[in-house]
């Protein structure tokens, strides 16, 4: 079975929602619709807002900007701008991608979308030039200052608004004894961010590594995604206090 967006353009039954909405519209997925296709982070708002639908902007095909299903608002968030590099069947190219998250969402979700293209070699050191040149000046350090190694959309957030308060971190430290931290701050502070997988066996298991931590002279805080996400505020307030305090320099003087 197959099913037909439009005149001529047929797709496979399982294509995703947004892939057939953009193609009845004579586009494409783009921005962070595009991005999940690409497997990049997102830091989303859910998978309920309408698709990032990017058209030519010289096409101009029935369905477009107007309001396709009366009565019932936008379908779509579209894009219209000339491309960066050349779209794929079903969404726009990578570097077009970006761009648009940049303009679309601004700097953080741009930051940790790039930072996973990067760590998933879809952007070579070519295409980086290209897409520096093409945002606003004064965003073109997020593209110098993004890691091939990032480890998640949450790391990238967390050491971006930190180099912002003029602190580094480093991510993925193995401790002896405890294991491999998600963040160190100084040379002593341990920031975990913790998933959903904290429950039960699990949170026995942090308090070992907590105290396992502590008894080698390690100070532990630790967040969940919520709170990094959607509480910044208190999360900044713990980790600056905890830094006026000294609990990131240990007493052995390795600051760094
Ligand atoms: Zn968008
Ligand atoms: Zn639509």
């Given at each position: 079975?197959?099913?037909?967006?439009?005149?001529?353009?047929?797709?496979?039954?399982?294509?995703?929602?947004?892939?057939?909405?953009?193609?009845?519209?004579?586009?494409?997925?783009?921005?962070?619709?595009?991005?999940?296709?690409?497997?990049?982070?997102?830091?989303?708002?859910?998978?309920?807002?309408?698709?990032?639908?990017?058209?030519?902007?010289?096409?101009?095909?029935?369905?477009?900007?107007?309001?396709?299903?009366?009565?019932?608002?936008?379908?779509?968030?579209?894009?219209?701008?000339?491309?960066?590099?050349?779209?794929?069947?079903?969404?726009?190219?990578?570097?077009?991608?970006?761009?648009?998250?940049?303009?679309?969402?601004?700097?953080?979700?741009?930051?940790?979308?790039?930072?996973?293209?990067?760590?998933?070699?879809?952007?070579?050191?070519?295409?980086?030039?290209?897409?520096?040149?093409?945002?606003?000046?004064?965003s073109?350090?997020?593209?110098?200052?993004?890691?091939?190694d990032?480890?998640?959309?949450?790391?990238?957030?967390?050491?971006?608004?930190?180099?912002?308060?003029?602190?580094?971190?480093?991510?993925?430290?193995?401790?002896?004894?405890?294991?491999?931290?998600?963040?160190?701050?100084?040379?002593?502070?341990i920031?975990?961010?913790?998933?959903?997988?904290h429950?039960?066996?699990?949170?026995?298991?942090?308090?070992?590594?907590d105290?396992?931590?502590?008894?080698?002279?390690?100070?532990?805080?630790?967040?969940?995604?919520?709170?990094?996400?959607?509480?910044?505020?208190?999360?900044?307030?713990?980790?600056?206090s905890?830094?006026?305090?000294?609990?990131?320099?240990?007493?052995?003087?390795?600051?760094?």
């Open positions: 079975m197959l099913l037909r967006p439009r005149n001529g353009v047929y797709v496979l039954p399982d294509t995703s929602e947004a892939i057939i909405e953009s193609l009845r519209h004579c586009g494409v997925i783009a921005c962070v619709t595009a991005a999940r296709d690409y497997g990049l982070w997102t830091l989303d708002r859910g998978a309920e807002e309408p698709a990032h639908t990017w058209v030519h902007p010289d096409h101009r095909p029935t369905r477009v900007a107007i309001e396709p299903h009366p009565g019932e608002g936008a379908c779509c968030l579209f894009h219209r701008e000339t491309p960066l590099d050349p779209p794929d069947l079903q969404r726009v190219g990578i570097l077009h991608c970006l761009v648009q998250i940049q303009r679309c969402r601004g700097d953080e979700p741009f930051f940790a979308a790039l930072e996973s293209a990067l760590r998933l070699r879809q952007i070579d050191v070519g295409q980086r030039e290209i897409l520096r040149e093409a945002i606003p000046a004064e073109r350090w997020l593209v110098d200052f993004a890691r091939l990032a480890d998640s959309g949450l790391e990238s957030l967390l050491r971006l608004r930190l180099h912002h308060l003029g602190l580094s971190l480093t991510s993925q430290v193995p401790v002896p004894g405890v294991g491999v931290v998600d963040f160190v701050l100084g040379d002593c502070l920031l975990e961010a913790d998933g959903e997988t429950d039960g066996a699990g949170r026995h298991a942090d308090r070992v590594r105290a396992a931590a502590a008894a080698l002279g390690f100070n532990t805080l630790r967040f969940d995604y919520a709170l990094i996400v959607h509480d910044w505020e208190l999360v900044e307030a713990a980790i600056l905890a830094v006026s305090r000294n609990l990131h320099r240990s007493r052995a003087g390795l600051t760094w």
